[in-house]
C-alpha cells in the first residue's frame, strides 16, 4: 500500500478478515512510513442475519475428509465474530482519512462519526438500487463493482446472487441515481481500460488483482504462483470458501464444493479457514481460494509503483480530456 501511495495512487488497508487492534497497528505502520493519504475496508455484516445451521453442519461434514487429507480438521458450527462496531472506533480514534464499506451500509452513528474526524466514506455498490441507498446514507464516494472484479462481490445480502451488468452499463445505471463521485472497478488490465472508465464518467479507477505478484504485495507464494501457473485458465464466482459470491480461480475445491456451500459468512469462511491454511502449507493451490479478477494474467511480478505508473500513462493517450 505504502508503495502505490508514493506512486499518486490512493491505497486501502485491508481491514474486512483482521482484529481491531490489527488495524489499529497496520495504520500505525502505514503512518510511521510518512503516509497520510489512505484508506481502510472494512465488512459490514448483514443486520439480521441468521444461517442455515443444518446446512452448515451438512457442509462441515462434507468438508472434513477433505481437510483430513490435508492435516486439518474443519471446525464445529458457531456464530461468526462481530467486530463491526468495535472496527469502526477504531478507526475514528485513528482518524484514518477514508473508510471504505463492503457488503452493506454503515450504520448512520458511523457515518456521522467517521464525518466528525474528516474521513471519507466510501460505499462498494453492485447495483443502481444500492447505490442510491448509499448516497442516501451520506456516503461520499462509491465504488462501483462490476461483475469481473476479483474477490468477494459487495451484494448487501448474503444469500443475494450478484449481478452481472457490465462495468461501463453499471457505471451509467447508476450515475443516473446519484450525483456521487465513483470509483470504478473490476477487470482493468491496462491503460486503456482506465481511459475507458474514465471517458465513461468515472472519477477514478481501482485496480486490485494487477498488483498481485508485485514484490511489495503480501500475496502468499502459492496463491501468487498460481496466477502465473497455466493449469489454472479461469475465473469463477464461488460460494465454496467464505458462503458469499467472490470471483477466484477455478480450481478443484470450486468443482467439488460450490453446489454444496450455504449461503453463509462468516461462517463459511470460518469454517474452511483451517483447510485452506494447510492447503497453502502444502503447496495445494487447488484447494486453496486464489481470489482474482477476470484479467488475472495481466499481473506482472514488477513493483507496484511502476505498475501503477504505466497503467496512467497507457492511459493518457485514450483519454478525453488528457491529464485529468
Known sequence: ????????????????TISPAAIRYAVAGVRDRGVERFGVNVFVPEPG????????RAYRHRLSPVAAALGAQVPDVVDGVNDYAAKVDVLVESRVPWVSFTFGLPRMVDVARLKEVHAQVVVTVTSPHDARDAADRGADYLVVQGPLAGGHRSTFSVGAEPPDIELRVLLDKVSQVTSLPLIAAGGVSTGADVAQLLNAGASAVAVGTLLLRCPEAGTHPVRRDALADPRFSATVVTRAFSGRPARGLSNLF???????????????????????????????????????????????????????????????????????
Open 1 to 16: 500500500m505504502t508503495a502505490v501511495s508514493g506512486a499518486g495512487a490512493l491505497g486501502f488497508l485491508a481491514g474486512a
Open 49 to 56: 442475519f441468521t444461517p442455515d445451521y443444518a446446512a452448515l
Open 254 to 324: 470450486h468443482r467439488e464444493f460450490n453446489r454444496y456451500a450455504p449461503a453463509a459468512y462468516p461462517e463459511v469462511n470460518a469454517m474452511t479457514g483451517p483447510l485452506r491454511e494447510a492447503a497453502m502449507h502444502a503447496a495445494n493451490a487447488d484447494m486453496t481460494n486464489v481470489w482474482a479478477g477476470a484479467g488475472y494474467r495481466s499481473a506482472r511480478t514488477d513493483p507496484a509503483a511502476d505498475v501503477i505508473k504505466r497503467l496512467w500513462d497507457e492511459a493518457q493517450s485514450h483519454l478525453a480530456n488528457p491529464g485529468s
